[in-house]
C-alpha cells in the first residue's frame, strides 16, 4: 500500500532501528510504537506488542501530530509526543511509509523519531 509516484525519503542511520534494537529498547522501556499502517493490514497479520502502541495511518499522521495534547490524549489514550521524539518508532509492514512517517514527525520537531527497518513483516518473522 506504497504511495505510488513519491520516491521513498532516505533515512540516516539514527533514523532507523533494527528488530534486535527495538526488541532490547521494548525490554528496557516503552518507547511509543506508532503503527502507520491501515487498520485492517494490522486485523490481518498482527502488531508489535507494546505498553505504548498506537494506529495512526500514514495518510493522517500529519493532521494527528498537529492536535492538541488533550486532543491527542483524549482519542488515543496516551500522551503525544513532546520533544524530540527519541522515544518514538514507527513502522509500517514493510519500512516504506515508517520512512515516511519518520520525515512527517520531523516537520513537527520530532528530529529523533525512529523507523523500524524492514517493518512489522521483518519483526514478525524473527
Not at 511509543?32 to 494506529?55: M, Q
Not at 513502522?91 to 515508517?98: A, E, I, L, P, Q
Request: aromatic fraction near 4%; glycine fraction near 12%.
Amino acid at each position: 500500500m506504497a504511495h505510488q509516484g513519491a520516491p521513498l525519503p532516505v533515512l540516516d542511520d539514527s533514523q532507523k532501528i533494527s528488530v534486535g534494537e527495538l526488541k532490547d529498547l521494548l525490554a528496557k522501556s516503552d518507547p511509543l510504537v506508532v503503527d502507520v499502517r491501515n487498520p485492517s493490514e494490522i486485523e490481518a497479520s498482527g502488531s508489535i506488542g507494546s505498553k505504548k502502541n498506537i494506529n495512526i495511518p500514514i495518510t493522517d499522521l500529519d493532521k494527528e501530530l498537529s492536535l492538541s495534547n488533550d486532543e491527542f490524549k483524549a482519542k488515543y489514550g496516551l500522551d503525544k509526543p513532546q520533544g524530540d521524539g527519541s522515544d518514538v518508532i514507527f513502522h509500517c509492514m514493510k519500512g516504506g511509509r515508517g520512512s515516511r512517517a519518520v520525515v512527517v514527525a520531523e516537520k513537527h520537531g520530532m528530529k529523533k523519531a525512529r523507523n523500524l527497518e524492514g517493518g512489522y513483516g521483518l519483526w514478525s518473522s524473527q
